[in-house]
């Protein structure tokens, strides 16, 4: 991993410092034990996780020096409420870098899933500390299959990810791609923290591959069924449920079911 390569191209604040490490826990880990004395804007990105994790604990699979594991420490100027916004945020800056970088019809899977042929390709977990209303530290972790091949992935995974050099059957710079993404989070950050989702949400809706399809979502124990309509201005899910009802979700676990 070349990180002057990557400072090289940053055009903005975020990605002008990067803490590279061989392996880590996690990156979101090492990130929040460095908020306190590391500056908006720095970039923890590391070659291997063995502890990288998804959404509602899962592992993410990340092996040496194919892919993008990395974490972005910000301290945005919205409220709690609108911590959802970040996510979104963040998978905005992420489908277009790649969409503009590979050609790939890359799209984003509510609430924090980068998509490629109905296949998963990368995720966003987002983690936030908050006080009197206000969200002093967030951290945004990213992981991307770039290189990796899809013998890599246990066998029931390779039916439900994938990767840039499995849809291009090329390989990439992970440099240009890191680079590319820092800096569309740099733009649609500044968006973030001076218009809320003025600019952010139309802008994610037309990357969504969830509006207008029938899914199901699992919200802890209780699990819904019916049309994905919109977001609202918070990034929670509209969804129409059989009896008519327009339902609210703030998170969960989505399944596009038609």
């Not at 945020?89 to 899977?109: F, Q």
């Not at 802890?220 to 449920?241: N, P, V, Y």
Request: with cysteine; net charge positive; hydrophobic share 40%.
């Amino acid at each position: 991993m070349n990180i002057e390569a990557i400072k090289e191209k940053i055009r903005g604040d975020i990605g002008r410092e990067i803490l590279f490490f061989k392996e880590v826990s996690s990156t979101n880990t090492i990130a929040s034990h460095l908020a306190e004395t590391t500056a908006e804007g720095a970039v923890v990105l590391a070659e291997s996780q063995e502890k990288g994790r998804g959404r509602l604990g899962r592992v993410w699979i990340s092996p040496p020096g194919v892919n993008i594991h990395m974490s972005v420490l910000l301290r945005p100027k919205i409220k709690q409420r609108d911590a959802t916004l970040l996510t979104i945020m963040s998978a905005v800056a992420c489908a277009n870098a790649v969409r503009r970088i590979t050609g790939l019809d890359i799209s984003i899977k509510w609430p924090n899933d980068l998509m490629a042929s109905h296949r998963k390709l990368g995720g966003i977990l987002t983690e936030i500390r908050t006080d009197a209303g206000k969200i002093p530290v967030a951290i945004i972790g990213i992981g991307l299959n770039v290189n990796i091949g899809l013998d890599a992935f246990p066998e029931d995974v390779r039916k439900i990810a994938t990767s840039l050099k499995n849809e291009t059957g090329r390989s990439y710079s992970r440099e240009e791609i890191i680079a590319g993404i820092l800096n569309e989070i740099n733009r649609w950050y500044a968006h973030l923290n001076t218009s809320g989702g003025e600019m952010l949400l139309p802008e994610w809706k037309r990357l969504s591959s969830t509006i207008g399809k029938y899914v199901k979502v699992t919200a802890g124990d209780e699990t819904f069924s019916g049309f994905a309509e919109s977001i609202d201005s918070e990034g929670r899910l509209l969804l129409r449920l059989p009896s008519g009802e327009l339902k609210r979700v703030s998170a969960g676990d989505l399944t596009v079911l038609r």
